[in-house]
Every structure is written in structure tokens, then in C-alpha cells.
């Protein structure tokens, strides 16, 4: 079996590499470039190519960048016009990571797409292989992984699904081994200095000022562009009041921002479309576990498939959901059922 791993420079992904080739796996290396062409590519290239040299492992660099455009950036500036908030990376993974690059590395021979995500696939019963929230719940990324199906990642592996990732530099450094592209990523790659206001504004005009309102319909400000909000926000309202106000709600048609009191933000469920199902619906418990931000802890509801779309009735309520960010749903071991798109709270 010929195993792909997906590199990108840092230390994860290299020490995903380093863990297979320990077990004697046959491998390449693939690193996909979904930026356009900079300098950075030929320093992420010439870097990983000196380490895959040194471990003796075949390395390919693939330009992604025009399919990243289309599939990624394109729809992420599209949902800040439509008055959501999206999620790239959970988009990027299914669209790109586990789609065009899975696809690229069977084409080059490879059986097995291998990531440096902190996550599981196991053998969980009646379900099969299924993903599994990591070891590490601090660098879990099984969230961001709620959208790929299923079939998908039965052809992935994750050797970081044991590891802390307080320890990766030290097993590295123990190897004699330095990521070719050192520090953390940042937290949306295609963001400068992730200021995701400065991006859109630079690929061109967005939505304009309009009022602010009440959920009553009472006027207390204006706004300066929908996209510039997502909901519970409260910093950077500016508008004055006798209590603190937070984003209740968008009505993109009026372009009208809706504000309230913090009493105002709880819900009491939602609706997600885009769904993926790892499992059908009717093999779910009773209770699901909902995770609607990924720094959330995952809380109890029931769950039904309407019309293709997920309608979630939370038991205990959940700071509003945000549209645009996904909903992923886990049992109580942490096995992921599926996830879907937010469309609407409840």
C-alpha cells in the first residue's frame, strides 16, 4: 500500500510523515500550493524537498491555487455578501484537502491520503470505521472535519490521532528534524494577518451602512456594512444604550443589523443545511451531541432530517448559533455522526 502525505512545511504534518516512515510505510510526499504563486512557494518547496531528500522520500509540489479560488475564496466572499459568517477551513477540507488533493495523489499512485490532523478513524460497531474526536481534546479537529464523507476518510490516515501536540517538537527535535516552515499557521491561510475586513474589501465593494434596530423594530443606530458583524457580537457595536447589545440577527433583504440585550441571545435550537452524514440519521441515539463553534463544548439535543435538512432542538441553550459556521454532531464517545452548514437559529 502506497501512502500520500499531505505536507505543508509545519510541524505537524512532518511529524505525520516521520511517524509512517517508522512503520515502514511506502510513501510520497504532496504538498498542494492553494495560494497563488509568491515567493513562499519556492521556500516551502526547496524546504520540503531538502527534508523528504534526507528521509528518502519522493516529493511533489501540485498547483491547487486556481481550483483553491474557486472553491474556497470565492464561496467565502460570497457568504460575508450574503450575511453569513462562514468557515473556510471546514470547507476547505471537504472541497480541497479530502477532494482535489485526494483525487490528485491516487492519480500519482498513492492508495491512502495520510494528514497531520489531530484526530481518529476507528472501528466503532455497528457503524464501522468511523472519525473520532483526538487524544489531544485540546487540538481536537474533528469539527473541522464534520462536512467530508465518510468514504473520504475511510481512504485517510491520521498518525497524530495518540499525540499531544505539546510534544511534537521535542519527538522531532529527537530526530534530528526542523519544520521547513517554522511557527503556527494562522488562522485562515489566504487572510493577511487574518484581517478578514481589509481581504474583502480588497477583492472589491461590499454592502454598505444601514440602520441598526431593536428585535422590536425600534431604530438605535446604524451599522457599517452586515458583513462587518456576525451574531453575538457585542465590541465594536458603537452603539450607545442603557444596557450592553449584542448581534441578534442579520435581515440581509433590509439590510438591517438586529440587536438585543444578552438575555435576548440564547437558542433554543437551529436548522443545517449542506448536510453530511457519516451515519444514517435513523442508526443516531436519541441525544446527540452539537457542536456549533469550534471552541464550544459539545451539548445534548435531539435531532430530525427534514427535507435534507438537520433541525436541531437544543436541550439546554446554546448561545445563538451563527449562520454561515457548521454544526457537527457527535455521539457521547465523541464519534462523529455527520455535520452540516448553519442556516438559521431557532
Known amino acids: 500500500m502506497k501512502i500520500a502525505v499531505a505536507v505543508s512545511g509545519g510541524m505537524d504534518s512532518l511529524l505525520a510523515l516521520t511517524l509512517l516512515k517508522e512503520q515502514g510505510h511506502e510513501l510520497i510526499a ?45 464561496p467565502f466572499e ?19 484537502k479530502f477532494g482535489v ?35 489531544d481534546r485540546t487540538k481536537d479537529q474533528s469539527y473541522f ?40 499557521s494562522q488562522e485562515i491561510c489566504f487572510v493577511p494577518n487574518d484581517d478578514y475586513q481589509a481581504f474583502l474589501t480588497g477583492r472589491g465593494v461590499m454592502p454598505g451602512s ?4 431593536l428585535s422590536d423594530g425600534t431604530v438605535v443606530g446604524t451599522h457599517q456594512g452586515l458583513w462587518r458583524h456576525t451574531q453575538g457580537q457585542r465590541r465594536g457595536l458603537g452603539i450607545p444604550w442603557q444596557e450592553a447589545l449584542y448581534v441578534l440577527d442579520k435581515d440581509v433583504a433590509r439590510n438591517v443589523l438586529i440587536v438585543g440585550t444578552k438575555s435576548e ?33 459539545a451539548k445534548p439535543s435531539h435531532v430530525r432530517l427534514v427535507d435534507g435538512k438537520l433541525h436541531f432542538a437544543f436541550l439546554e441553550p446554546h448561545t445563538r448559533p451563527t449562520p454561515g459556521q457548521v454544526a457537527a454532531v457527535y455521539d457521547e464517545n465523541g464519534v462523529v455522526l455527520g455535520g452540516g452548514v448553519i442556516e438559521k437559529p431557532l
Not at 490528485?104 to 455497528?126: C, F, K, M, N, P
Not at 444601514?210 to 434596530?213: D, K, L, M, T
Open 210 to 213: 444601514g440602520p441598526a434596530e
Open 265 to 297: 441571545l440564547a437558542s433554543n435550537g437551529c436548522v443545517a443545511g449542506q448536510v453530511n452524514l457519516m451515519a444514517a440519521v435513523d442508526t443516531w441515539p436519541d441525544v446527540v451531541m452539537v457542536q456549533t463553534r469550534y471552541r464550544q463544548q
Open 101 to 135: 488533493l485526494l483525487d490528485a495523489v491516487q492519480e500519482l499512485g498513492s492508495d491512502r491520503l495520510a494528514t497531520g490532523h489531530y484526530v481518529r478513524i476507528e472501528e466503532r460497531g455497528d457503524f464501522g470505521r468511523m472519525l473520532v474526536r483526538g487524544v
Open 30 to 74: 504532496v504538498h498542494g500550493h492553494f495560494l497563488p504563486p509568491s515567493p513562499a512557494w519556492e521556500t516551502a518547496e526547496q524546504g520540503l524537498a531538502a527534508v523528504c531528500e534526507s528521509l528518502g522520500i519522493p516529493f511533489h509540489a501540485l498547483d491547487l491555487h486556481e481550483e483553491f479560488e474557486k472553491r474556497v475564496v470565492a
Open 78 to 96: 460570497r457568504g460575508y455578501r450574503e450575511g453569513l459568517t462562514p468557515n473556510p477551513c471546514a470547507l476547505c477540507n471537504p472541497r480541497m
Open 145 to 184: 472535519l464534520s462536512l467530508v464523507p465518510i468514504d473520504s476518510l475511510r481512504l485517510s490516515l491520521f498518525p497524530l490521532a495518540e499525540t499531544l501536540k505539546k510534544d511534537v517538537l521535542a519527538i522531532l527535535a529527537a530526530q534530528g528534524l526542523t519544520p521547513p516552515v517554522p511557527g503556527e
